[in-house]
């Protein structure tokens, strides 16, 4: 999709400001079923469209992303706009600075349409926990886009946006991306910048793109890796896009026992059709067990809560967002403000964290998750010895439909059992679509490479991506 807008407005089929805005006219008519924006930045949309047309005219070559209109996740600073994280305690934030990727991006001419649903401080799988209310999924709206990053995904796989910034903290990148048949890239831990992230889990967050090929998923993070020091844990990563081509004949790809058990029918077959495209390119097969996989979920959970609990402790009415109306004195005004102003998930985890993070539970708990969290890493850097990526379902299951009703809350966090061990170890990882179930409902499956291995996931993602047709093209939004 990018290279195919690039390649338009050089030759001047199409100016800038006639793209910018069929995707605002496409957002202005389908935003409604799909809830993917929460903020439309149509005047600056429009500017910035202005900007590139000058230097069109004025003959100058473009750079990549430059006039591709895009959205961001919507907790993503950016100077002067509306910044919520689809929460009722961020009403009215409009940051003082941009993000380090945003600033990358608008320093290379990209077009921002607007900042997109998520769920509550990316609190969710289903992107429902949004205090606008979830986003739908363009394959089927009366199913879930997937989350914490559904209106990105919703978007872009809409075709309301060309491709889309989200964050990564368990999964919410990759899992929305195969919910709508995307291509969702969590970069290595340290890759790609945090500063200006409003955060969730400090230690497991990570920016990356959503995109609809392994192409563009390149094109996006080569704009966006690169160390900076704003962020004391950046460490930058290196261009990926020159590599795309190396294929996969001798590659030694992995596939643990443990993450292909309780996998749905339909995830099943389709990952087994993968694995069979790769050993027909010259990919070797190495099935091998990785037992401390089955630790990830409850590790993940306390230390994300744990540091959840810290990160938001910053929310209290005074400096800035939602402030209750009728208090008597400070302490009630932060109780009441805090009460009003997140939603039931966001409170779930805070009191988790809370509750981990106390004397006489510390050593039980977050000690104890923070020294499984050591073998987990231990574990990858074991299996890496054996092959060179690893190929897993990224979600065990298909979308599932919008509204549904559970007694659990923890049947919605199961849904993150195959995505939070890469974040928990820091690794990179790329979702890829590989089929569909019999609702036409897409499948995603991730590869994960070692350390700052982003050129080897998505080489071998744009293999197989090559070799196969999975997903149909969706047919709302802007068709180019």
């Known amino acids: 999709m990018i290279g195919k807008l690039h390649r338009m407005l050089e030759t001047r089929e199409i100016s800038c400001a006639e793209l910018t805005e069929k995707y605002l006219s496409a957002i202005e008519n389908e935003n409604a079923n799909l809830n993917a924006y929460i903020t439309v930045t149509s005047e600056e949309a429009k500017?910035?469209?202005?900007?590139?047309?000058?230097?069109?005219?004025?003959?100058?070559?473009?750079?990549?992303?430059?006039?591709?209109?895009?959205?961001?996740?919507?907790?993503?600073?950016?100077?002067?706009?509306?910044?919520?994280?689809?929460?009722?305690?961020?009403?009215?934030?409009?940051?003082?600075?941009?993000?380090?990727?945003?600033?990358?991006?608008?320093?290379?001419?990209?077009?921002?349409?607007?900042?997109?649903?998520?769920?509550?401080?990316?609190?969710?799988?289903?992107?429902?926990?949004?205090?606008?209310?979830?986003?739908?999924?363009?394959?089927?709206t009366s199913y879930v886009a997937?989350?914490?990053?559904?209106?990105?995904?919703?978007?872009?796989?809409?075709?309301?946006?060309?491709?889309?910034?989200?964050?990564?903290?368990?999964?919410?990148?990759?899992?929305?991306?195969?919910?709508?048949?995307?291509?969702?890239?969590?970069?290595?831990?340290?890759?790609?910048?945090?500063?200006?992230?409003?955060?969730?889990?400090?230690?497991?967050?990570?920016?990356?793109?959503?995109?609809?090929?392994?192409?563009?998923?390149?094109?996006?993070?080569?704009?966006?890796?690169?160390?900076?020091?704003?962020?004391?844990?950046?460490?930058?990563?290196?261009?990926?896009?020159?590599?795309?081509?190396?294929?996969?004949?001798?590659?030694?790809?992995?596939l643990p026992d443990e993450y292909y058990e309780g996998l749905t029918s339909s995830v099943r077959a389709a990952l087994g059709d993968a694995a069979k495209a790769y050993e027909s390119l010259g990919a070797e097969m190495v099935r091998f067990p990785l037992p401390e996989l089955k630790f990830a979920l409850p590790v993940y959970y306390i230390i994300a809560c744990a540091e959840a609990a810290s990160n938001l402790g910053r929310y209290d009415g005074i400096r800035y967002g939602y402030q209750t109306k009728d208090y008597h004195g400070i302490h009630e005004m932060i109780c009441k403000t805090r009460s009003e102003g997140f939603g039931a998930e966001v409170k779930r985890r805070i009191l988790l964290g809370n509750y981990v993070l106390s004397s006489g539970y510390y050593d039980a708990y977050y000690k104890k998750a923070q020294n499984l969290r050591g073998a987990i890493v231990q574990a990858f850097a074991k299996a890496f010895e054996t092959c060179d990526v690893i190929l897993a379902p990224t979600v065990p299951m298909t979308a599932f439909p919008r509204g549904r009703k559970q007694s659990d809350p923890t049947e919605d966090y199961l849904t993150d059992i195959c995505t939070v061990p890469v974040n928990i170890a820091g690794l990179p990882a790329v979702s890829v679509p590989c089929g569909q179930d019999q609702k036409g409902l897409p499948i995603g499956m991730q590869l994960i490479g070692r350390a700052f291995d982003e050129a080897g996931i998505l080489a071998a993602a744009y293999a197989y991506e090559q070799s196969a047709a999975c997903v149909k093209p969706c047919e709302m939004g802007v068709r180019l």
């Open 146 to 254: 997937g989350g914490s990053s559904g209106g990105v995904a919703a978007a872009v796989g809409g075709n309301l946006a060309a491709y889309g910034l989200g964050s990564d903290t368990g999964g919410s990148i990759r899992q929305p991306a195969s919910f709508c048949g995307l291509v969702g890239l969590k970069p290595t831990y340290g890759a790609v910048s945090r500063f200006g992230l409003i955060a969730y889990g400090s230690s497991l967050d990570q920016v990356g793109p959503i995109t609809a090929s392994v192409e563009d998923a390149a094109l996006v993070y080569d704009a966006i890796c690169g160390y900076d020091p704003m962020d004391s844990t950046s460490q930058g990563g290196k261009p990926v896009s020159g590599a795309l081509k190396n294929g996969v004949k001798g590659l030694r790809i992995g």
């Open 47 to 140: 500017k910035a469209a202005r900007l590139v047309d000058a230097r069109i005219a004025a003959g100058e070559s473009l750079r990549p992303l430059e006039g591709i209109p895009m959205t961001l996740k919507d907790n993503i600073s950016t100077k002067g706009i509306l910044t919520t994280c689809a929460s009722k305690i961020l009403d009215g934030y409009r940051p003082i600075y941009d993000a380090f990727v945003w600033k990358q991006l608008r320093q290379q001419g990209a077009v921002l349409l607007g900042k997109s649903n998520m769920d509550e401080f990316a609190m969710g799988s289903s992107c429902e926990t949004s205090y606008y209310g979830g986003a739908a999924n363009p394959r089927s």
